[in-house]
């Protein structure tokens, strides 16, 4: 009777056993016991749930080895398969009812349509908005093959990553990311070079970041100026007539060169001069990258970022608003298509082109979630549909992509104007005066402003804890960096504004490591330790290697 009336599994020794064996588990040891009575002593059946066999059987097993705990041997603790899951552990009353425990951790857990959405708005960057100009690099319809095909290429690889951790044994997993597995395999080289090639795609996304929000404040002062001041623009880059005007901002050099465009103002008494007082400090390469410095360079200096993590909302709606404009603009241009498939014409482009691998780097940093899609993938409530759920995730993104893209360059006025003049950033395609287009830029360019900060931290944190152990180890370290960082951008943003070639050599390098290289290595090696391994997978996953180098070896010759 004195054994009955002792608490369950109420050894300290247990209980430090148990944690080592959950960590993830949040609730407290003493609301895990399960508490059994006997079915004679229920005196009716409620409407909840009843005591059931099984957990009768449970119960019994568990008062067994609650008897041998008297033993100092800890090998005589439960076994794991004994101690319930957290969503299956209940009280129960002595009235016969269960009752769920109400874990943090399970209640934190997000449904599959939460889940999809969440790696949807992370994959939803800048690169949308260079999807015109990559199909128009690649041609039409090899463009639309390789979005396709580099999208499953990338979702077969996150698939490789999202298992990784699960195929190495006797080590506990539950809190790694995929660059501790490249460090299990590939020891410190692993750990480096995966925080080298990750620091690449965060340093490259701020770079492009910096131009973006350059270009946008730009052309949202120039908007308010001319609004303000009652001017109407007469742009002399050649554009369309009609009621949507569309530009052609760089008719007679490279498209992807860094030409600074010649406006005319045309003031309300007719006069006409070539140089106006605004123009000389407002200017997008010359000027603004460097008012930005006032606004942006404090905000990176910030300790915690978590205020501007309520902003990321910001990210769907600038999104949506994309798409809304990408309608509505297409259909009001319609659809100006002509299908030359090798030669070109003087207003359209091949349907084939050799120009292509500038889109494959574009999409190698549009689709990638490989550094992350772990911990994003913990949070999904019901792990059996991970795989599912990150397949819809993709497609998603994918048609997302094909969207912006396909109805852009489709809707692109020809002739007039050529297809060729589809700029790296679409936005670019239409004129400063245009409302639809003023509010995008002004919604992008509040998001990015608060977005950016976050990238910020996320650099600090990998490479102040890989080189110091701390996360803000000085005021003056963090200074530092960021005005590197800084620095970087405004160079950038001044001498080469081009955002499709940072996209695409950004993408295109930290592909080569954290996509194609790390998970092919590390599928290969599973398999062969566990003796799977067979000629046809290591042919496959090598050639997958070759095709990151090649990707990256080709941005330098485009």
């Given at each position: 009777?004195?054994?009955?009336?002792?608490?369950?599994?109420?050894?300290?020794?247990?209980?430090?056993?148990?944690?080592?064996?959950?960590?993830?588990?949040?609730?407290?040891?003493?609301?895990?016991?399960?508490?059994?009575?006997?079915?004679?002593n229920i005196i009716n059946d409620g409407p909840q749930e009843t005591v059931s066999a099984e957990a009768a059987v449970?119960?019994?097993?568990?008062?067994?080895?609650?008897?041998?705990?008297?033993?100092?041997?800890?090998?005589?603790?439960?076994?794991?398969?004994?101690?319930?899951?957290?969503?299956?552990?209940?009280?129960?009353?002595?009235?016969?009812?269960?009752?769920?425990?109400?874990?943090?951790?399970?209640?934190?857990?997000?449904?599959?349509?939460?889940?999809?959405?969440?790696?949807?708005?992370?994959?939803?960057?800048?690169?949308?908005?260079?999807?015109?100009?990559?199909?128009?690099?690649?041609?039409?319809?090899?463009?639309?093959?390789?979005?396709?095909?580099?999208?499953?290429?990338?979702?077969?690889?996150?698939?490789?990553?999202?298992?990784?951790?699960?195929?190495?044994?006797?080590?506990?997993?539950?809190?790694?990311?995929?660059?501790?597995?490249?460090?299990?395999?590939?020891?410190?080289?692993?750990?480096?070079?995966?925080?080298?090639?990750?620091?690449?795609?965060?340093?490259?996304?701020?770079?492009?970041?910096?131009?973006?929000?350059?270009?946008?404040?730009?052309?949202?002062?120039?908007?308010?100026?001319?609004?303000?001041?009652?001017?109407?623009?007469?742009?002399?880059?050649?554009?369309?007539?009609?009621?949507?005007?569309?530009?052609?901002?760089?008719?007679?050099?490279?498209?992807?060169?860094?030409?600074?465009?010649?406006?005319?103002?045309?003031?309300?008494n007719g006069n006409m001069s070539d140089v106006n007082p605004f123009e000389r400090y407002w200017s997008k390469t010359?000027?603004?990258?460097?008012?930005?410095?006032?606004?942006?360079?404090?905000?990176?200096?910030?300790?915690?970022?978590?205020?501007?993590?309520?902003?990321?909302?910001?990210?769907?709606?600038?999104?949506?608003?994309?798409?809304?404009?990408?309608?509505?603009?297409?259909?009001?241009?319609?659809?100006?298509?002509?299908?030359?498939?090798?030669?070109?014409?003087?207003?359209?482009?091949?349907?084939?082109?050799?120009?292509?691998?500038?889109?494959?780097?574009?999409?190698?940093?549009?689709?990638?979630?490989?550094?992350?899609?772990?911990?994003?993938?913990?949070?999904?409530?019901?792990?059996?549909?991970?795989?599912?759920?990150?397949?819809?995730?993709?497609?998603?993104?994918?048609?997302?992509?094909?969207?912006?893209?396909?109805?852009?360059?489709?809707?692109?006025?020809?002739?007039?104007?050529?297809?060729?003049?589809?700029?790296?950033?679409?936005?670019?395609?239409?004129?400063?005066?245009?409302?639809?287009?003023?509010?995008?830029?002004?919604?992008?360019?509040?998001?990015?402003?608060?977005?950016?900060?976050?990238?910020?931290?996320?650099?600090?944190?990998?490479?102040?804890?890989?080189?110091?152990?701390?996360?803000?180890?000085?005021?003056?370290?963090?200074?530092?960096?960021?005005?590197?960082?800084?620095g970087a951008g405004v160079l950038v943003a001044t001498f080469y504004p081009n955002i499709g070639s940072i996209i695409?050599?950004?993408?295109?390098?930290?592909?080569?490591?954290?996509?194609?290289?790390?998970?092919?290595?590390?599928?290969?090696?599973?398999?062969?330790?566990?003796?799977?391994?067979?000629?046809?997978?290591?042919?496959?996953?090598?050639?997958?290697?070759?095709?990151?180098?090649?990707?990256?070896?080709?941005?330098?010759?485009?």
């Amino acid at each position: 009777m004195e054994d009955d009336s002792r608490p369950l599994l109420s050894s300290e020794q247990t209980g430090e056993d148990y944690l080592q064996r959950d960590s993830t588990n949040s609730l407290d040891l003493r609301t895990k016991r399960p508490f059994h009575v006997e079915r004679k002593n229920i005196i009716n059946d409620g409407p909840q749930e009843t005591v059931s066999a099984e957990a009768a059987v449970l119960n019994s097993r568990l008062h067994y080895y609650s008897r041998l705990m008297g033993s100092s041997d800890r090998q005589l603790s439960p076994p794991d398969h004994v101690i319930p899951q957290p969503d299956e552990i209940y009280i129960y009353s002595p009235l016969g009812t269960a009752f769920k425990v109400p874990g943090s951790d399970h209640t934190s857990k997000n449904p599959s349509i939460i889940t999809i959405f969440a790696i949807w708005n992370t994959m939803m960057g800048t690169s949308i908005l260079s999807m015109p100009w990559g199909i128009k690099q690649a041609g039409f319809t090899l463009g639309v093959f390789i979005v396709i095909f580099i999208g499953l290429l990338m979702l077969y690889c996150c698939y490789i990553v999202l298992k990784s951790p699960k195929s190495i044994p006797c080590v506990d997993t539950s809190d790694w990311e995929f660059p501790d597995v490249c460090q299990y395999y590939f020891g410190k080289v692993g750990q480096w070079s995966s925080l080298m090639f990750s620091m690449v795609s965060l340093v490259g996304a701020m770079v492009v970041y910096w131009v973006l929000m350059s270009n946008f404040l730009f052309n949202t002062g120039q908007f308010i100026y001319n609004h303000v001041h009652n001017i109407n623009v007469s742009d002399s880059e050649l554009e369309t007539n009609g009621s949507e005007k569309v530009i052609c901002p760089y008719q007679n050099t490279n498209p992807g060169g860094n030409n600074t465009i010649s406006t005319l103002f045309l003031s309300d008494n007719g006069n006409m001069s070539d140089v106006n007082p605004f123009e000389r400090y407002w200017s997008k390469t010359n000027t603004v990258p460097f008012y930005l410095i006032i606004l942006l360079l404090p905000l990176l200096c910030f300790r915690s970022a978590s205020f501007f993590a309520r902003f990321t909302f910001l990210g769907t709606i600038s999104v949506v608003y994309l798409i809304v404009l990408v309608t509505v603009k297409a259909v009001r241009l319609g659809f100006h298509l002509e299908f030359h498939w090798f030669d070109k014409t003087e207003f359209y482009v091949p349907e084939f082109r050799l120009l292509f691998p500038q889109l494959t780097g574009v999409l190698t940093l549009a689709f990638f979630i490989h550094n992350c899609i772990i911990t994003l993938m913990k949070n999904n409530k019901d792990q059996k549909n991970n795989v599912r759920d990150l397949s819809v995730a993709y497609l998603l993104v994918g048609l997302t992509y094909l969207y912006v893209g396909v109805l852009i360059f489709a809707a692109f006025p020809s002739p007039p104007l050529f297809k060729d003049c589809i700029q790296p950033n679409f936005l670019d395609n239409f004129p400063s005066s245009d409302i639809m287009v003023f509010v995008a830029r002004t919604f992008l360019l509040f998001q990015m402003i608060t977005v950016y900060p976050l990238l910020g931290y996320l650099v600090r944190v990998q490479m102040m804890g890989q080189l110091f152990g701390n996360h803000y180890p000085s005021f003056l370290h963090v200074l530092i960096l960021n005005i590197l960082i800084v620095g970087a951008g405004v160079l950038v943003a001044t001498f080469y504004p081009n955002i499709g070639s940072i996209i695409r050599f950004s993408g295109a390098i930290c592909g080569l490591a954290l996509v194609f290289v790390f998970p092919a290595l590390v599928h290969m090696i599973t398999l062969r330790r566990q003796g799977m391994l067979r000629w046809k997978t290591a042919i496959s996953h090598s050639l997958l290697i070759l095709l990151g180098v090649a990707n990256l070896v080709a941005q330098f010759f485009m």
